[in-house]
């Protein structure tokens, strides 16, 4: 039997209720298309949803996720890292997840990196709505994932306590440092 509930299935909790009403959302990491699939679900059929993946094979595994689930109209499928989103997506954005490291199945020297999921926060805080919602799902498992973890925590402790609510959740009881779920909404 599989977890109840791991950062990923906590991350799509806390988003669910906000995604009603998102009609600009972006998935900065679609990989196999499991988050773009289920933002293009629960978001609202008029709803634009941009996919952002650097491996063409990652965006081609999301492409046929969402088709076979016909979803694929409302999404944007970009190919391109995380920290160009600014240069796609210049409408305001109710929310938007990432889910760190490297294609599940695929070249695992090919992973996110500290820098550019930094650099693709800071374009997202500016794009973020008031009462958007990021979800970050960051793996601190191997070498990279333990950097880009230690940069997010850092980065994200460093947010005004006005304008954002930034939470973290991880499992404690568990081996091999488990996934860490960083959630920040934009309040003002």
């Not at 806390?14 to 298309?33: E, F």
Request: charged share 15%.
């Amino acid at each position: 039997m599989g977890q109840i509930v791991n950062a990923v299935k906590m991350a799509h909790a806390l988003l669910l209720p906000k995604l009603k009403n998102a009609y600009n959302v972006v998935d900065a990491t679609a990989g196999n298309g499991k988050d773009t699939l289920f933002l293009a679900i629960n978001t609202p059929s008029e709803a634009v949803i941009w996919a952002f993946d650097i491996q063409q094979t990652a965006l081609n595994k999301t492409k046929a996720l969402l088709a076979d689930h016909g979803q694929e109209r409302k999404v944007k499928f970009i190919l391109a890292s995380h920290d160009q989103i600014a240069n796609y997506v210049n409408s305001p954005v109710d929310a938007a997840m990432f889910n760190l490291g490297y294609l599940p199945g695929g070249d695992h020297t090919v992973t996110t990196m500290p820098d550019t999921t930094v650099a693709a926060l800071n374009q997202l805080l500016v794009l973020l709505n008031p009462m958007g919602i990021i979800s970050i799902v960051a793996y601190p498992g191997h070498d990279m994932g333990r950097r880009e973890e230690l940069a997010l925590r850092s980065f994200l402790a460093t947010l005004p306590q006005k304008l954002y609510t930034v939470a973290c959740w991880q499992m404690i009881n568990q081996v091999n440092n488990p996934p860490v779920l960083y959630i920040v909404e934009r309040t003002g």
